[in-house]
């Protein structure tokens, strides 16, 4: 079960009705947000999160309307008393914008630990995710590189499910019942002298839940790959058709240009985000890409799904 | 005449109806901004103002929640199209502070010039003073030390007002008409060998415009000497009676403590700002500061006064 909010939709300048773009996903009782721009933190109570709860933060890039938010946020998370360590993952330079920032936010009541990924992105080493979530909900993050005016990181959060437990196949080998739970959650186990693996007692994996976050990018067949068969891609869509020159010369997106990164991936469904300031509607926008991807969807503040195992 | 705008009253953190405290001057077609934690670019757009015209940013001290928003702001008055010169003013460390928060907000399109006053405060030099205000309107910008957690200064804007003009002396004295602007303005001219002084055509001083600003400190007798005679203090109230003690082990202050200030420094009126998070209605703390200082008035974030020369 995953939990995705997007906090935020608007790229650039915040605006009273439109917080700066960033996502939550909480899973296993912890949260993870990717980028917090100015106004993060109050984007984050008016959806009914709890910072406390933020145990990983990832940043796409470094300019501000995605970052000017981490000193108030990590202030926030104190001040809700979380003692458990906080991540920040992102390109290389994040602990050197990190240590900026937080020239305001000294003292903090828990450790942070910083992850830099390389530049061609990769998978986030397994000791940075959310240590309070259980072992049958262990997600799996990569990063994938953008083009953008500045190094850049796309992510995929992939929440894996395993096989189904058979009982009557586990009582057949007669496997000690303690020790069922630790072998449905993929533990292999030793005791009496005997080695039982997982695969004794599991089925095939199943499907599990992936979702993709794209932002401040031209379209790359390096993000096509990296996000094929999501369930959920939520992806810029700065502009409308009528600024697809301005898209390409900011390298951002039009809305359409997230619509085929859609179709070729063959994602489930599409949240668009980050638009522009100069954009009042983005149902426009949407309705731009609909033409291309039918499962189109205009992200607003707030918007929320909780997305559950099949079956 | 001086636009007073008191943008944000909350303390601490942002609330999603109570932005965090910032105060806005406005006189001579430019603004100057005290303090601005995060959202203080929104809460400025909300109260009608526009960045652009922001060209002194005064900063109190150094906690998170009167600084985060810097970089916002400064990434919105560029936006906004400014290229004249922003003077960024504070105690001791300004500079760092400055430069470590820009990190996400390089390549502005306009100068930022830096002046950290003395650890006891003074005045502001004139060259920092907004440059495209006309003589008629200049103010004087002095600081004073407060007693925080850490270093902490208080701001007194004093729009002072020359005497009136009077055309039947210059006359009767002979001075060129066209040299009588300047000398209203309080030049004095050199013409044809000749030197005529203000003084020639100025009655006596008038009475002119005093706002003084006061937050994160504790009440002493420097702060009540140094807005004395203000027609307008802005200053913190915290907490009311009931949280006293928290008031004076954080080094803030009560509602009460604010009214004392307003009541022994003689001040016109006292708006209340800065409440605590934990302050659901500000209204019973101004209740608390009335009994003390009728004239008290509790802040909210747009509340905003035009105040006009005498007469």
Same mark, same amino acid.
């Given at each position: ?18 917080? =700066?773009? $960033? ?8 949260? &993870? %947000? +990717?980028?917090?721009?100015? !106004? /993060? ?32 946020? =990590?202030? $926030? ?8 360590? &906080? %991540? +920040?993952?992102?390109?290389? !330079? /994040? ?217």
């Amino acid at each position: 079960m995953l939990d995705v909010c997007l906090m935020g939709c608007g790229g650039s300048i915040p605006k009273p009705d439109r917080w =700066l773009t $960033s996502a939550l996903f909480r899973y296993g009782g912890e949260c &993870v %947000v +990717i980028d917090c721009g100015e !106004g /993060t933190q109050l984007a984050m109570k008016e959806a009914g999160f709890v910072a406390g709860k933020v145990a990983l933060i990832l940043l796409t890039h470094f300019h501000a309307d995605h970052v000017s938010g981490l000193p108030g946020l =990590l202030l $926030s998370i104190a001040n809700e008393g979380r003692v458990d360590p &906080v %991540v +920040i993952a992102g390109p290389k !330079g /994040t602990s050197r914008i990190v240590s900026s920032l937080c020239v305001i936010a000294q003292g903090l009541p828990f450790q942070i630990y910083i992850y830099e990924f390389p530049n061609g992105g990769g998978e986030l080493p397994k000791e940075y995710l959310p240590v309070n979530t259980n072992s049958s909900c262990s997600a799996r993050i990569t990063a994938y590189p953008g083009r953008h005016s500045m190094p850049c990181l796309g992510y995929r959060i992939s929440l894996p499910r395993g096989g189904k437990f058979d009982p009557a196949r586990a009582k057949a080998q007669n496997i000690p019942v303690k020790l069922w739970s630790r072998l449905q959650k993929g533990e292999t186990v030793d005791e009496d002298g005997v080695t039982y693996t997982p695969d004794m007692v599991l089925g095939a994996p199943r499907r599990g839940i992936d979702v993709s976050y794209v932002t401040d990018t031209r379209p790359t067949d390096v993000i096509v790959e990296a996000v094929r068969g999501s369930d959920l891609l939520i992806c810029e869509g700065m502009f409308g058709n009528d600024k697809a020159e301005r898209a390409r010369v900011s390298r951002h997106m039009t809305a359409a240009e997230a619509a085929n990164i859609a179709a070729e991936a063959e994602v489930g469904t599409l949240w668009l985000t980050h638009y522009s300031p100069s954009m009042p509607d983005p149902k426009e926008a949407e309705a731009e890409a609909k033409l291309i991807f039918p499962e189109t969807e205009a992200g607003y503040d707030g918007k929320h799904i909780l997305m559950q195992f099949e079956d």
